[in-house]
């Protein structure tokens, strides 16, 4: 069983570009995380999906973010006109369950590193 | 809001001492609270899941313990060795999903 795969593992983009993150849960798992690593930060929320529903995106910046997790397909994060304050690593995160149930575990995947010239 | 803070943020240990990582928060109304490690330029491994109804949980070396009434839970890892240098963040699950900004240990041999 395969884990969770984010591509690309690494992404340059120059400013006013678009970026998308791609992510392919678990096999099995229907619950998608988003996170950003900021350089000396700590990981933070972005969103959670299901598929075709956003169920969380409180973490999201309210502008040229966006996502989804289609029926088919891998979720995808997708940047808009990106800055340099964008640069960061993004990871993905599935489980088989609920984000609220208490037995459920975060896979997480390797994280695409997004840099912003 | 739910705010996660975990002391030291760095610790440096000699190969062989037991250690402990501490993770506190704010808001005790949580579902779990998971230990991960994070190698450099890597992802997350998670190491443990402690559900809110837990006390602790152990895997090898490892040891977690949960105390939500006072918000804390701990990391024990029993005879470090170099391999386990990495950083060790805790996360809780509320509302929301909140990472703590982590320990970076390093385990000299």
């Known amino acids: 069983n395969a884990g969770v795969m984010q591509n690309p593992r690494h992404l340059v983009r120059r400013r006013g570009q678009e970026a998308r993150l791609r992510c392919s849960p678990m096999?099995?798992?229907?619950?998608v995380y988003w996170y950003r690593q900021l350089p000396e930060e700590g990981l933070k929320f972005m969103v959670y999906l299901q598929k075709e529903n956003i169920i969380d995106e409180s973490g999201m910046p309210k502008e040229r973010f966006s996502a989804e997790f289609p029926k088919e397909g891998p979720s995808i994060l997708r940047i808009q006109q990106v800055v340099r304050g964008d640069s960061a690593a993004y990871f993905c995160a599935s489980s088989p369950t609920s984000g609220r149930d208490s037995s459920y575990e975060q896979y997480f995947g390797p994280g695409t590193r997004l840099t912003v010239t | 809001k739910q705010e996660v803070t975990q002391i030291p943020a760095a610790l440096s240990v000699p190969e062989g001492e037991n250690l402990v990582l501490n993770c506190s928060f704010t808001d005790s109304a949580i579902y779990n609270l998971q230990w991960f490690r994070q190698d450099p330029g890597k992802g997350l491994t998670s190491l443990l899941l402690i559900q809110s109804s837990q006390r602790e949980q152990t895997s090898g070396r490892l040891n977690a313990s949960l105390d939500k009434s006072s918000g804390r839970s701990t990391l024990y890892i029993a005879a470090s060795q170099p391999g386990d240098s990495a950083t060790y963040l805790c996360?809780?699950?509320?509302?929301?999903?909140?990472f703590g900004t982590g320990t970076s240990l390093t385990v000299i041999p």
């Open positions: 096999k099995g798992h229907s619950h």
């Open positions: 996360a809780v699950v509320g509302n929301q999903f909140y």
